[in-house]
C-alpha cells in the first residue's frame, strides 16, 4: 500500500491511524503518552520561578495565579519573598506584629493541593473531550481552587485564629489568650485557600483606647511609619494592613472598621480598601468596638481593575457562580470602573441581580434560577439559568446597556423585562432585606437608613445631568477626597489610590491619599477562561490516570517522616513515597544549625542558595518520576493492568537531593568561602570547584555549606587546640562539650553527629577523618590516596593528603564514596594510580550483613594502640567487640607485631615531619597563586597576615610554629628525598610484611590510634562507633588495610555496624527524636 503523501500535513490523517484497521505503532503512542504525562510541557510542578521571570513585588492575585499556573511561582516562594520583605523592612515600618511559624507549611500544602488538582483537571479533561480533537498543553489553564488559593494574607490583629498566632489588639494584655475558635472572616479564608501569613500591626485597641495615641502605635510593635513619608501619617486603625501591602510585604490584607479604620490608611497609604456594608462580613471572633458600624474588609496594593483580577483583560470568558458574594460589571470590552450599570449579587444557592431600581430577580420568566454570568471574548455578557440555558444577552452597545430592563434575551421581546419574580423582603424593606428606599428622597443623609443601598445613580455619585454621558465619565465628577466622606459610609465604599498630581486637595508634604467610591458593592471574583489543558487521544483511560497520578499521589506530600537520624536511603525512600522534600529536608538542617551551631560550632558558613538548590532537585525529582513512570507502563503490554508503587525508584543516583557539608578546605565555585577556617583566605575567589565537589555536583548532592575544622588542617601550630579556628572558634564534642572533637575534620564529624546535615566531606593527612569519627560516634572512612581528587583542597602534604565521606552509617559513607571517587586530570598522577582499585559496580555491593565470613583480622596489642587499662570500660568494650567479630565469622590473630612500629608512630623519626613541612609549603604556595583573587599569594604572606591581625588570629594565643617551620624549608632537597625514601621503607616492612605475612584483610584497632601506620603510607581506613567511655566521650573501632582493600574494609565495617548498632545520637539531642 502506497501512502498519500497529500495527507502528511492533515491531522484527520494522523488520528485515522487511530480507527485503522491495522496495528498501531506502539511507538507511536509515545507522543501522546509524553505530552499527557508532562514530558514537553513543564506544568506540574517548576519550583525555580525566579529563572521563568515572574516578579512577585508589585504582582495581584490575578498575576500570582496566573503564574502559579504557568509554573513561574510556588505559593513556597512567594511566602518566602514576603518573609524576607518583613525581615528586612518591618523593624523600619512597624507593619507587622507576628509571623505564622506554620507559613511555609502552609504554602507546601497549597502547592501540593495545586499540583494534585492540576493533575486530576488535566486527566478529567482528557477523559471528557473528543478523541478526534487535539489540544496543546497550556500554561494558562486554571483549575477550581479558588482565586486567593495559596495566596498569603495579613490579618489585623484584633482578628482571631485558633492557631500559633496571638489575638492582641495590640496590647501585651491580650499576649499569651487563647480563643475558642477561627474568626468567621478567618474560616472563609482557609476554606478558599488563603494563607494566614500573620497578624499585622494597628492603633492600639483599633483607636479607642485614648485620644492622645497616635495612629498606627501600639504596645506590642511600636509606631507603624507611613511608607511614602515615614514622618506622615499612617492613618490607623488598620494601619498595618495597610502599610503591608503598600509595601509588598504581603499580597492582600484584612482590616477591620468602626469608623474609617479602613478606608483612612488605604488612603494614606496609597492601596485600595473596601469597607463592606456592615453585615456583609463576620465580626464573629473579631476584638470589637461598635457591633452596629464594625465591618471587616480588604486591602489591596493595586488598581480597582487588580482588585477584580479578571476584569482588565476582556479576552477571555469570565463565569461568576453562586460560590461568589457578589459582582461588579462594566460595559465591554473597555473597562472603566467609573462606567457602572448593573450590580450582580450572588446568595447561596442562587444569583441575584439588581437592575437599577428597587427591584431583584433570582430567576427567569420561565421560574428557573439564575446560575451563571458570563463575559464572552468578545465583550459580550450573558446570563444562564441552572440548567445552562441562555436567559439574557447583553447588547453590544454600551449606551443601550445601562438600561438592563430593556434588553431582551433570543427569541424574546426586547420590551420583555429578562427576569421576573422581584424579590421582597417585608413590605418595609427593599431587596436583600435591607431597609425599603425611598426615590425621591436619595442623598447623602439618608444613607444611613438606606443600608447603603440607595438608587443606582445617586449611589454613584453621577448627577441627573450626567446620566447618558457615562461612556466619557468626568473625573471630577466621581472623585472626592478619601477623608471627607467616611462618616457618611456606614453602609459600605471602596477607596482607591488617586494620582499624586491629582487636583484634589491633598497633604502639602505629598503624602499619598485616595478617592472614595462611594458604597460600591465589597468584592469583585472572577476567574479566568480555562483553556485546553491538552488533549490527544489514547484508547486505555485507566492509562492515562495511571499517568497522571490520578490513583497515586506521588508529586510532593511532606508528611510523616522523621528526619532526624535519617540515612540516605531513608531519605530518598521518603523522597519516592512523597514524605519528604529536599527543601523540607534542607529547611530542617537550617534549623538544626541555626539552633546548634552557636554552641558547637560546626559550620562556619551555610551556602545561600541552599534552598534553591533543594527547589531544584525537587523539580528534578518530580519530572523524572513522571518520564520514569512513563516509560515503564510503555515497556509493559497495555491490556496489563499495573498500580503505581511508591517504592518505585529513578535515575538520580542516591545522593540526588542530599545534602552535604564541606570541610572548609574543599573549594567551591559558587557564594561560598573556602578559608581553611582563616580571615587571611576570606574573600578568595577560587578558580573552579574542587574536583570531589565536581563529582558530587553531578550526583545531585546540595553544597549546604562549609563545616569547621582545626585552623589550617591544624598545621600553624602545635598549640591550638583540636576544632578551634579562627573564622569558627572552639567546635565542641556533642556527647560531652568539655571533651575533645579530635580534628582537623572536626565540623564535619560534629555536624553529621549532631543531624546538621545527612553526610560530610573531610579531608585526612594524618588521623584528620579517623579521629573526630571516633571522637563523634559517625563513620569516617579514609580512602586510598589517590582515590579521591584533591584538585582545588587547600593541601597539606600531596604524598598523604584524601578526601574522604564522614557519616552516620556505613552505608552512607559508601554511598558517598560512591560519588566522588575517580580519575581527574587536575589530580592526573595520583588519581590514575589509584584509579585501578576502583571495582567495577561501585562500592555499595560489599555493603554485605555477613561480610565479616571468613575475615582474616589482626590485632596489635601496642601500648599506643590499646591507650586504655585492662578491666576498663574501654578494653571491656573492646574485648567484646573482638567476641563479636568471632562469632560473626571472622578469625581473629591476635598479638601481632609491627616492625620499627615506634619509630612508625613518631613523625620526627618517621621522616614525616620532615617531609610534610617542604611538601606544605611547596603545595600550599601553588594553591594561592592559582586563586583569582586572594588577600595572601604564598605561606609567607599568610603568616605576615596574621601577626598584623593578632585580634582576629589571636597568634598572641595560639601561635604560628610549624607555619615557621615550613616557611624555613627550600623545597624537597636531599634531607626531604631521605624522610620519604624512610617512610616508604618503614611501610613497606612495617604494615605492608604485617598483613601479607599473617595473610589478614584488615588490621583491627581502637579509635584511631592506627592513624600514623596508615597516614605514611597512604593506606586506607575505616572508624565506625564502638562505644563511649566512663564520662560518655565516644571511642570507635578502626579497620585499615593495604591500598585498594576498600572493598574487604566496607563488608567488615558495614557487618560489624549492623551487628552492634553501638552509635546512638547525643544524649542532648535525644529527646528530639521521634
Known amino acids: 500500500m502506497v501512502p498519500n503523501n497529500n495527507n502528511k500535513n492533515n491531522p484527520n490523517a494522523i488520528l485515522s491511524l487511530f480507527h485503522s484497521s491495522s496495528p498501531v505503532p506502539f511507538s507511536f503512542l509515545l507522543i501522546p503518552l509524553m505530552i499527557i504525562s508532562g514530558f514537553f510541557c513543564n506544568t ?86 473528543d478523541h478526534h480533537h487535539h489540544h496543546h498543553c497550556s500554561s494558562s489553564s486554571r483549575y477550581d481552587l479558588g482565586e486567593l488559593h495559596g495566596i498569603p494574607v495579613l490579618l489585623k490583629d484584633t482578628i482571631a485564629t485558633k492557631d500559633k498566632l496571638n489575638t492582641t489588639a495590640g496590647s501585651y494584655a491580650l499576649l499569651g489568650s487563647v480563643v475558642p475558635r477561627d474568626a468567621g472572616v478567618v474560616k472563609r479564608l482557609r476554606s478558599s485557600g488563603a494563607l494566614i501569613l500573620g497578624k499585622a500591626s494597628l492603633s492600639e485597641w483599633a483607636s479607642f483606647r485614648g485620644s492622645s495615641i497616635p495612629n498606627g502605635w501600639c504596645a506590642r510593635t511600636g509606631q507603624g511609619k507611613n511608607p511614602y513619608v515615614l514622618s506622615g501619617d499612617p492613618c490607623g486603625s488598620s494601619s498595618g494592613s495597610a502599610i503591608s501591602v503598600a509595601t509588598n510585604m504581603v499580597t492582600v490584607s484584612l482590616g477591620t472598621e468602626t469608623d474609617g479604620s479602613i478606608l483612612c490608611p488605604a488612603s494614606s497609604n496609597s492601596v485600595v480598601g473596601i469597607k463592606p456594608t456592615v453585615g456583609l462580613t463576620s465580626r464573629a471572633g473579631v476584638v470589637p468596638i461598635s457591633p452596629r458600624q464594625d465591618t471587616v474588609g480588604y486591602a489591596h496594593s493595586l488598581h480597582l481593575s487588580s482588585l477584580s483580577f479578571a476584569y482588565r483583560d476582556f479576552g477571555m470568558k469570565l463565569v461568576f457562580n453562586s460560590n461568589s458574594i457578589c459582582v461588579l460589571t462594566s460595559h465591554p470590552p473597555n473597562f472603566n470602573f467609573l462606567n457602572l450599570t448593573q450590580f450582580f449579587f450572588f446568595s447561596k444557592p442562587r444569583l441575584e441581580i439588581f437592575d437599577g431600581s428597587n427591584s431583584a430577580w433570582d430567576n427567569d420568566v420561565d421560574g428557573d434560577d439564575l446560575e451563571t454570568l458570563e463575559l464572552m471574548d468578545s465583550g459580550d455578557m450573558q446570563i444562564r439559568d441552572k440548567d445552562g440555558e441562555l436567559v439574557w444577552k447583553a447588547s453590544d452597545n454600551p449606551i443601550i446597556n445601562q438600561n438592563c430592563g430593556s434588553i431582551g434575551a433570543p427569541e424574546m421581546s426586547p420590551a420583555l423585562p429578562p427576569f421576573a419574580s422581584p424579590i421582597h423582603g417585608d413590605d418595609d424593606q427593599g431587596p436583600f432585606g435591607q431597609p425599603a428606599v425611598n426615590d425621591n428622597n436619595n442623598n ?93 487521544f489514547l484508547s486505555t483511560p485507566f492509562l492515562l490516570l495511571v499517568i497522571s497520578g490520578f490513583f497515586c499521589s506521588n508529586i510532593i506530600n511532606g508528611h510523616g517522616f522523621s528526619i532526624r537520624e535519617a540515612g540516605i536511603r531513608d531519605i530518598q525512600q521518603a523522597f519516592t513515597e512523597n514524605k519528604l522534600t529536599s527543601r523540607q529536608l534542607v529547611e530542617f538542617y537550617l534549623h538544626e544549625i541555626q539552633t546548634l551551631n552557636p554552641l558547637l560550632r560546626a559550620v562556619i558558613e551555610v551556602n545561600p542558595d541552599a534552598l534553591d538548590l533543594a527547589d531544584k532537585a525537587d523539580w528534578e525529582r518530580s519530572r523524572m ?419 585498594g582493600s576498600e572493598p574487604k574494609l566496607i563488608e567488615i565495617a558495614y557487618a560489624f555496624e549492623q551487628i552492634t548498632l553501638v552509635r546512638k545520637p547525643p544524649p542532648a539531642f535525644k529527646t528530639y527524636i521521634n
Request: hydrophobic share 40%; glycine share 8%.
Open 444 to 536: 447623602n443623609n439618608n444613607q444611613a437608613a438606606a443600608g447603603g443601598l440607595v438608587p443606582q445613580q445617586p449611589q454613584l455619585g453621577v448627577p441627573e445631568q450626567h446620566q447618558n454621558q457615562q461612556e466619557e465619565p468626568t473625573e471630577e465628577l466621581q472623585l472626592e477626597p478619601a477623608p471627607s466622606h467616611i462618616p457618611q459610609l456606614q453602609g459600605g465604599g471602596l477607596n482607591q489610590p488617586a494620582p499624586f498630581s491629582s487636583a484634589l486637595n491633598h497633604h502639602e508634604d505629598d503624602q499619598h491619599f485616595g478617592a472614595i467610591r462611594h458604597r460600591l458593592i465589597s468584592t469583585m471574583v472572577a476567574t479566568n477562561q480555562i483553556k485546553a489543558l491538552l488533549s490527544l
Open 44 to 129: 506540574i510542578i517548576n519550583v525555580n520561578g525566579h529563572a521563568a521571570g515572574f516578579s512577585i513585588r508589585e504582582a495581584s492575585i490575578r498575576d500570582i495565579q496566573q503564574a502559579f499556573t504557568e509554573n513561574k511561582l510556588t505559593s513556597r516562594q512567594l511566602v518566602e519573598f514576603y518573609l524576607h520583605e518583613i525581615q528586612t523592612l518591618n523593624p523600619l515600618l512597624r507593619a507587622v506584629i507576628e509571623v505564622n511559624p506554620d507559613a511555609l507549611d502552609l504554602a507546601d500544602k497549597a502547592d501540593w493541593e495545586r499540583s494534585r488538582m492540576m493533575i486530576r483537571m488535566r486527566t478529567n479533561k482528557l477523559l471528557q473531550k
Open 625 to 1043: 518520576m513522571i518520564r520514569m513512570r512513563t516509560n515503564k507502563l510503555l515497556q509493559k503490554d497495555h491490556h496489563h493492568h499495573h498500580h503505581c508503587s511508591s517504592s518505585s525508584r529513578y535515575d538520580l543516583g542516591e545522593l540526588h537531593g542530599i545534602p552535604v557539608l564541606l570541610k572548609d578546605t574543599i573549594a567551591t565555585k559558587d557564594k561560598l568561602n573556602t578559608t581553611a577556617g582563616s580571615y587571611a583566605l576570606l574573600g578568595s575567589v577560587v578558580p573552579r570547584d574542587a574536583g570531589v565537589v565536581k563529582r558530587l555536583r553531578r550526583s545531585g548532592a546540595l553544597i549546604m555549606g562549609k563545616a569547621s575544622l582545626s585552623e589550617w588542617a591544624h598545621i600553624r601550630s602545635f598549640q591550638n587546640p583540636d576544632g578551634w579556628s579562627a573564622r569558627g572558634g572552639q567546635a565542641k564534642n556533642p556527647y560531652v562539650l568539655s571533651g575533645s572533637p579530635c580534628g582537623s575534620s572536626s565540623g564535619s564529624a560534629i555536624s553529621v553527629a549532631a543531624n546538621m546535615v545527612t553526610v560530610s566531606l573531610g579531608t585526612e593527612t594524618h588521623g584528620s577523618i579517623l579521629c573526630p569519627a571516633s571522637y563523634n560516634s559517625v563513620v569516617g572512612i579514609k580512602p586510598t590516596v589517590g582515590l579521591t581528587s584533591r584538585a582545588g583542597v587547600v593541601p597539606v602534604a600531596p604524598r598523604q593528603d584524601t578526601i574522604g565521606p564522614i557519616c552516620r552509617t556505613v552505608s552512607d559513607a559508601v554511598y558517598v564514596l560512591d560519588a566522588i571517587v575517580g580519575f581527574d586530570p587536575l589530580d592526573r598522577e595520583a588519581t590514575r594510580e589509584a584509579t585501578k582499585f576502583i571495582p567495577d559496580g561501585g562500592y555499595k555491593q560489599f555493603l554485605k550483613e555477613d561480610g565479616l565470613q571468613g575475615k582474616r583480622l589482626g590485632i596489635v596489642r601496642n601500648p599506643a594502640f590499646f591507650d586504655f587499662p585492662n578491666g576498663s570500660i574501654l578494653f571491656q568494650a573492646f574485648e567484646g567487640h573482638l567476641d563479636t567479630l568471632r562469632r560473626a565469622g571472622a578469625v581473629i590473630v591476635d598479638n601481632l607485631e609491627i616492625h620499627d612500629v615506634d619509630v612508625i608512630l613518631d613523625p620526627f623519626q618517621s621522616g614525616e615531619a620532615t617531609a610534610t613541612l617542604a611538601e606544605f609549603k611547596q603545595s600550599l604556595n601553588v594553591y594561592l597563586k592559582e586563586l583569582l583573587t586572594s588577600p595572601v599569594r604564598s605561606l609567607a604572606s599568610v603568616i605576615a597576615f596574621n601577626e598584623k591581625n593578632p585580634s582576629l588570629e589571636k597568634t598572641n594565643v595560639y601561635d604560628q610554629q610549624i607555619f615557621k617551620a615550613a616557611e624555613s624549608t627550600n623545597g624537597i632537597g636531599k634531607e626531604e628525598r631521605s624522610a620519604l625514601k624512610k617512610m616508604k621503607r618503614l611501610s613497606r616492612d612495617g604494615f605492608e610484611r604485617l598483613m601479607m605475612d599473617n595473610e589478614l584483610d584488615a588490621m583491627v584497632t581502637p579509635g584511631a590510634n592506627a592513624a600514623s601506620v596508615l597516614a605514611i603510607g597512604g593506606y586506607p581506613g575505616i572508624s565506625v562507633p564502638a562505644g563511649y567511655d566512663s564520662v560518655g566521650i565516644p571511642v570507635g573501632i578502626c579497620f585499615g588495610g593495604l591500598r
